[in-house]
Structures are given as structure tokens and as C-alpha cells.
């Protein structure tokens, strides 16, 4: 085919743009102000959250979480779900654990861990879900009871101190007043923007979502998307380990179970489908700050503990609910 | 076919080696804080429980503090003869389970061991098999002094004087006044005296107890969780001067969360329940008290329970109390032994 | 005489700001049969949909036969409308029997089945549209058209006062179609009211004796068909066909795609084939005979033994992106479930795939670019509405197809591969389509057609290769061939036709 210039360019009368629907973006300014609403109401009841250093401090809490949900919304647009992202988080800090006890360098610590977790992410999960035809569920729930017992066999069982100021550093530091997770947290969700929106790979992600036999049959390498999006994810659930131990000063047998639902509801609350194709990253990050007012608020203002996980709960079934209502009408 | 699996096999390969090398190297690494390869456990043929055969059904492996109480009990046994074997409440899935502490005993009953000493996780979860070896005719023995459950013996754990010693103990650190708080696990007996103990403790030392323990929880038992749990505790109160927390994990988590909110040179931490990793917080500076109940020492309690029974002694739920443990801080934590250079760990053997 | 059964006033219904219906007033008769024609997205389907209750006007009212309005598919059933989808939504697990007594009262007793009155209906129900023996059969073994017509015997269960049909004889084969006016004739002879939407004029008006002509959401002609308004019709809606398919090429160059020794899955076995630049070759034969298997394994969309090789240079065969990097391009049967990426932009629908420096720079794209060129995609393909960002699945059938062919032949492909490529589509979609795999073949490139159609073969194809069980059984230039011998060699039954001998073929025992 050599003719690419229409004939019709001589007679463009421009016709009416007509509106494709609701828009993400106005979507998500529509979460924005609900997060800000909640926030400003709840502003007189809690003197806490008229702190600014408090406030960084939530945000460096969380910046673990983030890194984890911005990496498992790659996995859920292409469609699916990464089980063990908690389970990561907790073995990186294993193999920290393990590195340091060789006497390796800072930066060989960090990046053999990092590497590892990308390895299992691509090589374990993304090999067998898109090649061996594997169910994601099956594969990232074998990782998920993998993971923690590898875990616990490197730890002997119980949580270890380990000395590494490089992720002292990183995990309790500040730059300009800013807390160095929140900085890590910033990078990463600004090369994973770029990543989703501004690459060939980005767009590849989300036509795998919307239908991966379509998507394959216009030439895509929907095998090599699914790879790489479950190495991403293994990726950013090992940044977040770091993150912990380095908060932690210590490899704990347990840490980071129970992340990876936090995580993947944030990613839920900001509007990504399990359906695949749709939700953005900056979704997620809404999502996360939704939950982090949510959690504060709640907490703060003496709600019994126990109660605190079928508040979220609730919460996170009208949150959806009122979403898919908005959507139908 | 083989193309794609031929990775995943040696990745989980490499993985496998890794975690193969982690469980070798530990013995070698600082960080993990020496501990030493288990030796051969060596029965006195000639002692007074020579043949008898104890079935300790534990509850979790790899819990330092549960370890100690079955090395301490296992040491002592065998010094009289007794073989023992240990074995934990875990479902096929090997995850904790309240019920299968019976299922473990009913093996016992069935196998004819001479006595079980149980660890129970729950009291009511436990019955029918402290019941069953009742009918059977085993003496059985619990840790901890258990309401309602009919049994040969039980060892009572100290908890509250064991808060009430930490509360006590890190109100004199924190200069005696101020507002001090408690952070508290699962509700499990032992935890709630503890809890219970040192509000005691902190407010006879001359501090006043602000929040609820009930509602700062450690659910989860681990570090991340308590980091959690203790930023909402700091957060609220932000003139804290003292925390107590019921475990060590609690302690580690509660370091990150006070360094993470800037108040680590404000607030001093102590726990009811320290490990090796605790001491050296101390050293660290980071931490200002551990509680060391001596473990050990409790197995060798219980251990003498047991013995009286099988010497034939009629008892019926006889109650002894454990021995009282130690509080360290930076000014004696130079005399402080792991528990594992008090005496040699040995290999306890799952079965007979 | 026949008073109005269904009556629709001042509908309108928004789709964001597009008006899908803008102000429709329009009576149906009782005993009569309705066409409701249009162009693509002039808004014939979801006047459809508005009656049968399953989209709720923005405003206005539809009265029911009893004269009550209809709002909501429940006040829709209890009014007797039903809907026969142009996709049949049958419980594919569930035998036929089954889904025709599917929620039927006379087929439970209570929260009980009654599973030889459920079978008794049905089989009742079938009888005229499909033999007996279907009836045990799993739904999801039969082929498009016999489900179109269980789901026709499944409406028809429900006792409809009104049925309505969108593009019902789409999928359906020739016996199918017979049995499908038989039906619409005995059922408006017993005083039923039918609407049909459908593409194919021919065939509508053939039964309508109304007809309802809609345009841009509007009633633009309503009226008895007679001779006279017949041609008054299809001169209205062919104003919009496009007239200007370029002439066939006379001349074919160099040989472009080969293919020899096929062998895979349904017994595909193919010896050689050729197709030369310039050429649009039309793939027929009987739905099954492996006419789409051989068009996907010349794709590379699916694996077989042999080799195929695009101006001499070979791909692998079942590696898409290996086709595609040997300059194939595909337009595959069914668009739904292969083609469209349906919460995508239509934009993002038209540059999947495309790697080319045109729309990236290393792994960046190249956004002002994507956007130049799909604008001129949109213009070039006539994609309606011309909105880039508009998700596809809100798109006409018509104008999706647009965006799969589009897609196809904006790659400057040597080699393009359509199976099916106006399946479903109004007369101005297939028209730009026809002229847009002309366009392709004028300039230069070997264009394989899969047609089941015999109008779109002899309209479209310059050489027509007919496929059975697997094999090439007649290849041969459209100008050599007659419809009959077509048919007869895709059947397998031998026309005596002493001037041009068919090669020489075996029938399967």
C-alpha cells in the first residue's frame, strides 16, 4: 500500500466532535474532591492532620504500598492479579538479610535483591501464566505460600536485625524535608507514568486488556506484555521491601502479608477494572490517598480497632458501587 | 513446551540454593546473632524416668521463647532418662491451628507416650484433648495456668508481675512522670495480665497511662504491624514519654515507627517479652528496657512437675508458679547470656 | 382493518451528546411486517433496543399493543415485545431444549423443572426451523446459524404479540432463511406485528409490506413498499453508498504470496496457491470447509505445517508478528471476539499493533504523530462519528469493521488477508470497505478475501479459489466461473459443464 494521503482531504468540512462519554480525567477529578472533601471535614476533629510533619510521615508509611499498587495496576489493565506482591516484600528483605550476611556492598545488596525479585516476576510468573497457559490466580497464590516459606527457612523462623545504612538511608532519610520514601515513591510513579502512557509497551498493555486475541492478532506480542507487566509488579513489590526492612531495621518472617490486598484495593478504588483495558496509575495513587485519609480518620477519631477492617470494607463496596452506578446510568 | 519451563525450574532452583544458603550461613552471620549448631540430644540411661517418653506438643516452631521452653524442659527430661519428643499445633497447610494440639494428642495417647506437656494456644480449643488423655489415663501438663482445663499439672507464667516489672522498670527510665502508654497483641490470657500488669506498674512508678490497650492491638504479631499500631499510639499522643509493648517484634516495630514520626529521643520503649534482637537495641541505644523471662528456666519447672508425677506423687491440677525473669537495660545489659550460651540447644526429635 | 400495535412518540436518546435518536414518531401495524432501514448509526438499532424496552428513552414514549407504555424490558415482556438480538445470547453449556424453555412457566412447576414439558415445548417450538434431532444437542456444538434459529424458536416461545428482529438473517444459511419467512408469514397471518432491521434490502423488502426509513436519527420516509417506493428506497439509502470503486484491475504482476503444502488442523491440505500483486483472490466454500482455517494459517494468526512465503521470503507459519514482519496483514472473521479492542479509544484501535518509526521513536510513541495519523485513518476509512478518543465498543457494527480494516491496511502491507471482511455491516460500510481492499490491490498489494456471500464474491474478486474439507477443490478467474458452479464444487457435486472441465478432484467417501 503506497496511498496513505485521502482523497477526502480537500473536502474536510470539520463535522461536530461529539463527547465519547464519561472521561477519565473527569472521573478521577471527581475522586480528587471526594479524597479532599473527606479530608477537609475531618481537618477540625483531628488536630493531627493540621500537622505537616505528620502528614509526610503518613506519606512515607505508605510510599511502600504505593510502589506495590502502582506495579499491580500493570498487572490488573493487562488483565489479572499478583498475589504474592506481599509475599515479595517480605522475601526481598530475606535476601537483604542473606546479602548482607555475606559482607556484599551496599549497592550489590540492593540490586541483586531487586534483580531477583524482576527474575521470579518474570521468569516464574510471567513465563508460566502467558506461555504455560497457567491460570495468574494459581500461579501467584503458589508464590504467595512460596515466598513467605522461603522466607521464614532463610530467617530461621523468627525476625532478624540487619545492619545496611544504604537502606537506613533510604527508608528514614529526608532530602529537603521531603522523607526519602516519598522521593522513591515519586520516581517510581513518574517512570511508571512514562512507562504506561508514553510507550509503545504502555499502549500494548492496556489492548491486552481489552482483548488479548485481538491484540495479538494485530501483532502485538501479548506473551512478552504479560512478562514484563508481572516483572514490573515483582519489581516495585521489591522496591517496597527494601522500603520496609529499611523502616524496620530488621527482616521480619511475616512482613508484607496483607499488603497485596491493601495494595489491590487502592488500585480498585481508582477506578481500574479486573475486567482489564481500563485504570490509570494516578487512579491508583487516589486510591491509595482515599484510603490513607479513610484509615487515618478512622483510627484517630477511637474507632474500635477491630471494627476498622469492615468499616474499609464497607467502604470499599460503595466506593465501587457507586462507581459501576455512575457508569450504567 | 520446554522452552518455558526450563526457566521457572531454575529460578525456583536458584531460589531453593539461596534459601539453602541462608539456613547454612546464619550459623556464620553476625546479623543472626550466633546461633550455634544444634547438638546430639544425650539420654541418661540411668535416670529416674529412664524409658518414659514425653510427648510435648509445642505451638509454633521457630519461636525463640517457645524454643527455650522446650530446650529448657527437653535438657531436663533427658537428664533424667526421659526421651522426649515435640511436635506443633500446624494444620496440613502448615499454618497455626487452635485444633490440632488434639489431633497431636490423641497421636500421643494412641502411640502410649508416658506423659504430654502441652503448649495451649487456647484453652478452650485444647479441651478435648487434655480430656481424652484424661480417659486414657496420661498425666498432662500445660504451660500456663489455663482456666478450667482438668489437668495432672499446669506451670503459671508470672505475666502480670512481668508487666508490672517492665512498667515499673521504664517509668524510672522515663524520669518517673509524663504520659506513658501500652501497646497490646492478640487477646490472649497471658498478653491481657501482662497488659494488665504493666498499667500497674507504669502508674506505681508515677506516670499516667493515656489510650486504650484494648484498641492498640498488634493483630497481627509481627513488626510492620506494630510499626503501624505505634505511629496511631504517637500520633495521638504526641507529649508520649514512655510505650510499653507486649513482644519483641512489637519492639522492633515500635523503634521504626518512633524514628519515622521523630520522636525516637523523646520516647523511651521497653518489652515484656525480649529476645536476643532486643538486647541489642539496647546496646543500639533504640531500645531502653527488655523483660527477659528466662525460658529455660520454665521448661526445667515444668520438667520437675512432670517428674513428680510419673515418680508416682497423686496430683490433680496442681499449680506451680514459674520462676521471676530479669529487666535489662543499657546499665546491666553487659551481664545478659542468650539463652542459647545458657545452655546447649540440642536436637529434639519429632517422634519416638 | 390492522390498527397500530406499537406506538413510538417523540423519542429521542442521547449518548453523551450524540443523539442516537432525535425526536422519532413512527406507528407499527398489527399484522403487517416492518423494515426498519438506514444507514449505519442512523440509529435503527437503538430505536430496536428502545422498544423492546432495553434502553430507556431520554425522552418520549413507546405504547405497547394494549396501548399502556413501555418502559423497561419487564412492562416490555408483560406487553409481549421480544428482541432477537443480531449475537444470539444462548446458554452455550445448555442443551437446546433447554435454553428454548429457558424461564417458561409450562417448563417448572413451581421452583421445580419439569423437564419433559420444558423438552415437549421446545421441541414444539422448533418444529419448521431445525430438525428434531438438534434438540439434546449442547447448544455452544451448533453452528451460528442453527443457534440464530433456536434463539428464533426461544422467542417465539415467549408468545410475543411483538417480534422484532435485528439483521436476523446475518448468520443465517439459505434453508435458514426459508425457514425464517415462513415463520414471519404464518406469525403476521395470525395477527403479530414484526419489525426487522436489517442491512439487506433485498431481503427485507421482499417480505416487508411497511417500511421505515431512518436517517441520522430520524424518520426520513415511512410508507407501504410497493414497486414504486421500493425504488424510491433503495435509491434513498444507496445516496450515501459511495460510488467510487475503483475499476479491477486488469493486469496482475509477479507472484506475491505462495503457499505449498499446507497440512493442519480440519484437514487442512492445500498443495499450492498463488497470489500475484494486484490481485484480490476470494476464498468460498461451505461454512466448516476450512475456508477461514487456510485464511488464518496465510496470516500466520495459526499453526500448520508447510510453507508460505511472501515475495519469496518465507515466515514462520502460527507466528502472527513473523507474518506481519513479511508485510501480511489480517483482518480476521468476527470482530467482537478478535478484532476490537472494545473499551479502547478508536484511535488506540486503528495504531494497535503498529510498530513503525511513523508512530514511535525506540520504545516512545509519537503522540503528535498517532494523532495526525489517526485522524487521517478516520477521514480515509470514514469512521462515523470522527471522534479519535470515542471507545470502540460504542461504535455501529459497520464502523468498527471500518477500524479492523483500517487498522489492516495502514501498514503499507505486500500481503492482505480479510476472512469475512463485511460480515455484518450496513451497504455504505461494505461499499468503503470493497473500495478500500480495492484501493489495496490497485496499489500493488496480493488481497485474500474470505467470502461466504456469493454477491460479495463476484462484486469483489478477480479469481475465486473454493475450499473443501481442507482442500482447494476450484480455482479459477472470477470471469470463468458461474455461481452454479461455484456452489456445486463447494458442495461437492459435480455440474457437467463440458467447456470448462473442473480439475480434477477427490470426493471423500
Known amino acids: 500500500m503506497t496511498i496513505t494521503q485521502s482523497t477526502t482531504e480537500t473536502s474536510s468540512v470539520p463535522e461536530p466532535v461529539v463527547a465519547s462519554g464519561p472521561s477519565t480525567l473527569k472521573q478521577q477529578g471527581l475522586f480528587f474532591a471526594i479524597v479532599v472533601a473527606m479530608f477537609l471535614v475531618a481537618l477540625p476533629f483531628l488536630p493531627q492532620l493540621r500537622s505537616g510533619p505528620y502528614l509526610m510521615v503518613q506519606l512515607a508509611t505508605y510510599s511502600a504500598v504505593l510502589i506495590m499498587a502502582l506495579g499491580q495496576t500493570f498487572v490488573v489493565v493487562q488483565v489479572g492479579f499478583d498475589l504474592s506482591t506481599g509475599a515479595m516484600q517480605g522475601f526481598v528483605g530475606g535476601l537483604v538479610f542473606l546479602f548482607v550476611g555475606w559482607h556484599l556492598a551496599d549497592g550489590l545488596v540492593i540490586v541483586l535483591s531487586l534483580a531477583a525479585a524482576l527474575g521470579i516476576g518474570v521468569l516464574v510468573h510471567g513465563l508460566l501464566i502467558a506461555k504455560g497457559k497457567m491460570n495468574f490466580f494459581i500461579v501467584t497464590l503458589a508464590s504467595f505460600t512460596i515466598l513467605p516459606s522461603l522466607l521464614r527457612v532463610i530467617l530461621d523462623g523468627s525476625s532478624k536485625p540487619v545492619h545496611s545504612p544504604a537502606l537506613d538511608s533510604l527508608a528514614n532519610g529526608s532530602v529537603l524535608g521531603i522523607r526519602t520514601p516519598v522521593i522513591i515513591a515519586a520516581v517510581v510513579f513518574g517512570l511508571m507514568w512514562v512507562l504506561l502512557n508514553r510507550t509503545v509497551f504502555g499502549r500494548n498493555v492496556y489492548a491486552v486488556g481489552s482483548n488479548r486475541e485481538a491484540a495479538r492478532l494485530a501483532g502485538v506480542n501479548v506473551d512478552r506484555v504479560t512478562m514484563i507487566c508481572y516483572g514490573i509488579c515483582a519489581l516495585c513489590a521489591g522496591i517496597a521491601g527494601l522500603l520496609l526492612l529499611g523502616a524496620l531495621g530488621a527482616a521480619d518472617p511475616s512482613a508484607g502479608l496483607g499488603n497485596e490486598f491493601f495494595a489491590l484495593t487502592a488500585v480498585l478504588l481508582g477506578g481500574t477494572r479486573f475486567s482489564g483495558g481500563q485504570g490509570t496509575l494516578l487512579g491508583t495513587l487516589l486510591g491509595l490517598l482515599f484510603l490513607i485519609v479513610l484509615s487515618n480518620i478512622l483510627l484517630l477519631s477511637g474507632m474500635p480497632q477491630f471494627w476498622i477492617g469492615a468499616v474499609q470494607g464497607v467502604v470499599l463496596l460503595i466506593a465501587v458501587g457507586i462507581d459501576r452506578a455512575r457508569r450504567d446510568a | 513446551m520446554k522452552r518455558f519451563l526450563t526457566a521457572p525450574l531454575l529460578a525456583g532452583v536458584t531460589a531453593l540454593a539461596l534459601a539453602a544458603c541462608g539456613t547454612g550461613s546464619t550459623g556464620s552471620a553476625d546479623a543472626a546473632g550466633g546461633t550455634k549448631p544444634l547438638a546430639e540430644a544425650s539420654v541418661d540411661a540411668d535416670g529416674a524416668l529412664a524409658g518414659k517418653k514425653i510427648l510435648y506438643v509445642d505451638g509454633v516452631p521457630g519461636n525463640a521463647l517457645l524454643d527455650g521452653l522446650a530446650q529448657g524442659l527437653a535438657a531436663e527430661l533427658n537428664k533424667q532418662g526421659a526421651t522426649m519428643a515435640r511436635v506443633f499445633q500446624l494444620n496440613a497447610q502448615n499454618q497455626i491451628d487452635l485444633a490440632a494440639g488434639n489431633q497431636r494428642i490423641n497421636e500421643g495417647i494412641a502411640q502410649g507416650v508416658d506423659a504430654i506437656v502441652t503448649f495451649p494456644l487456647d484453652a478452650n480449643a485444647i479441651r478435648p484433648g487434655v480430656e481424652a488423655a484424661n480417659a486414657a489415663g496420661i498425666p498432662i501438663f500445660t504451660f500456663q495456668d489455663l482456666g478450667g482445663l482438668d489437668v495432672t499439672g499446669k506451670l503459671k507464667f508470672p505475666d502480670e508481675q512481668r508487666g508490672a516489672d517492665t512498667g515499673e522498670a521504664l517509668a524510672e527510665v522515663a524520669g518517673g512522670q509524663g504520659e506513658a502508654s501500652v501497646l497490646s497483641g492478640i487477646p490472649t490470657d497471658n498478653i491481657e495480665a501482662a497488659v494488665r500488669g504493666a498499667v500497674k506498674g507504669l502508674e506505681a512508678g508515677g506516670m499516667k497511662v493515656v489510650g486504650d490497650p484494648d484498641n492498640q492491638r498488634n493483630l497481627k504479631d509481627d513488626a510492620p504491624e506494630a510499626q503501624r499500631v505505634a505511629q496511631t499510639i504517637f500520633q495521638k499522643f504526641p507529649n508520649l514519654r514512655a510505650l510499653v509493648v507486649y513482644n519483641s517484634a512489637s519492639a522492633t516495630g515500635a523503634i521504626a515507627a518512633a524514628r519515622q514520626a521523630g520522636v525516637a529521643d523523646k520516647v523511651v520503649i521497653g518489652t515484656m517479652a525480649g529476645e536476643d534482637t532486643n538486647i541489642a537495641q539496647i546496646e543500639d541505644g533504640t531500645l531502653a528496657l527488655s523483660y527477659d523471662f528466662n525460658g529455660l528456666d520454665y521448661g526445667k519447672a515444668m520438667a520437675g512437675l512432670v517428674q513428680r508425677a510419673l515418680s508416682g506423687e497423686e496430683l490433680d491440677n496442681e499449680v506451680v508458679e514459674a520462676p521471676l525473669g530479669q529487666v535489662y537495660t543499657k546499665d546491666n545489659v553487659g551481664d545478659y547470656k542468650p539463652w542459647t550460651e545458657r545452655q546447649t540447644y540440642i536436637k529434639i526429635p519429632s517422634g519416638f | ?509
Open chain 3, 1 to 509: 382493518m390492522p390498527t397500530s400495535s406499537v406506538v413510538v412518540t417523540g423519542v429521542t436518546k442521547l449518548y453523551g451528546a450524540t443523539k442516537a435518536l432525535a425526536g422519532v414518531d413512527v406507528s407499527f401495524r398489527r399484522g403487517v411486517v416492518t423494515a426498519v432501514v438506514g444507514a449505519n448509526g442512523s440509529g435503527k438499532s437503538t430505536l430496536l433496543r428502545v422498544v423492546s424496552g432495553l434502553l430507556d428513552p431520554s425522552s418520549g414514549q413507546v405504547e405497547g399493543p394494549s396501548g399502556r407504555p413501555v418502559r423497561g424490558l419487564a412492562s416490555a415482556q408483560d406487553a409481549g415485545i421480544v428482541l432477537v438480538p443480531q449475537e444470539p445470547t444462548l446458554a452455550g453449556h445448555l442443551t437446546v431444549w433447554q435454553n428454548v424453555s429457558l424461564g417458561r412457566p409450562e417448563a417448572a412447576r413451581g421452583p421445580f423443572l419439569r423437564d419433559r414439558a420444558g423438552r415437549r415445548l421446545a421441541a414444539r417450538y422448533l418444529e419448521g426451523l431445525l430438525p428434531a434431532e438438534v434438540l439434546d444437542r449442547v447448544t455452544s456444538t451448533l453452528n451460528k446459524s442453527s443457534r440464530q434459529l433456536v434463539q428464533l424458536a426461544a422467542a417465539m416461545a415467549r408468545r410475543p404479540v411483538v417480534l422484532m428482529l435485528d439483521e436476523p438473517t446475518a448468520v443465517l444459511d439459505e434453508d435458514g432463511v426459508q425457514a425464517l419467512h415462513a415463520l414471519i408469514r404464518r406469525f403476521v397471518g395470525e395477527g403479530g406485528t414484526v419489525l426487522i432491521v436489517s442491512h439487506r434490502l433485498r431481503d427485507v423488502l421482499e417480505l416487508a409490506d411497511d417500511v421505515v426509513v431512518l436517517r441520522n436519527g430520524l424518520v426520513s420516509h415511512t410508507g407501504p413498499v410497493t414497486p414504486q417506493t421500493e425504488h424510491q428506497i433503495v435509491r434513498l439509502l444507496s445516496a450515501e453508498e459511495r460510488e467510487n470503486r475503483p475499476a479491477h484491475r486488469p493486469d496482475r504482476g509477479h507472484v506475491v504470496l505462495e503457499a505449498s503444502g499446507l497440512r493442519g488442523w480440519r484437514g487442512l491440505h492445500v498443495e499450492h496457491l498463488q497470489v500475484h500483486a494486484g490481485e484480490i483472490v476470494g476464498i468460498a466454500g461451505q461454512s466448516g470447509s476450512g475456508r477461514s482455517r487456510l485464511a488464518s494459517v496465510l496470516a500466520g494468526a495459526h499453526p500448520a505445517e508447510g510453507r508460505v512465503t511472501v515475495d519469496g521470503t518465507a515466515f514462520r507459519l502460527g507466528s502472527i508478528r513473523s507474518a506481519q514482519a513479511a508485510g501480511v496483514a489480517y483482518i480476521p472473521e468476527d470482530r467482537q471476539v478478535t478484532a476490537i479492542l472494545g473499551n479502547q479509544s478508536v484511535a488506540a484501535n486503528l495504531l494497535v499493533g503498529r510498530e513503525d518509526p511513523t508512530v514511535r521513536r525506540g520504545p516512545f510513541r509519537r503522540r503528535a504523530a498517532e494523532q495526525a495519523e489517526s485522524a487521517a485513518l478516520i477521514d480515509r476509512f470514514e469512521v462515523r462519528p470522527r471522534d479519535p478518543e470515542r471507545h470502540a465498543a460504542l461504535l455501529s457494527g459497520g464502523n468498527q469493521q471500518k477500524l479492523v480494516v483500517g487498522r489492516a491496511l495502514s501498514r503499507g502491507a505486500k500481503v492482505v488477508i480479510a476472512d469475512e471482511p463485511t460480515q455484518g455491516v450496513d451497504a455504505s460500510a461494505r461499499g468503503a470497505i470493497h473500495a478500500a481492499l480495492a484501493t489495496a490491490a490497485a496499489g500493488g498489494s496480493a488481497v485474500v478475501a474470505v467470502c461466504s456471500e456469493f454477491e460479495e464474491l463476484f462484486e469483489l474478486c478477480d479469481r475465486v479459489v473454493v475450499v473443501r474439507d481442507g482442500s482447494v477443490v476450484l480455482d479459477r478467474p472470477i470471469a470463468q466461473v458461474s455461481q452454479d458452479e461455484v456452489l456445486a464444487s463447494s458442495l461437492g457435486s459435480h455440474l457437467p459443464d463440458p467447456t470448462t472441465p473442473t480439475p480434477a478432484e477427490e470426493i471423500p467417501s
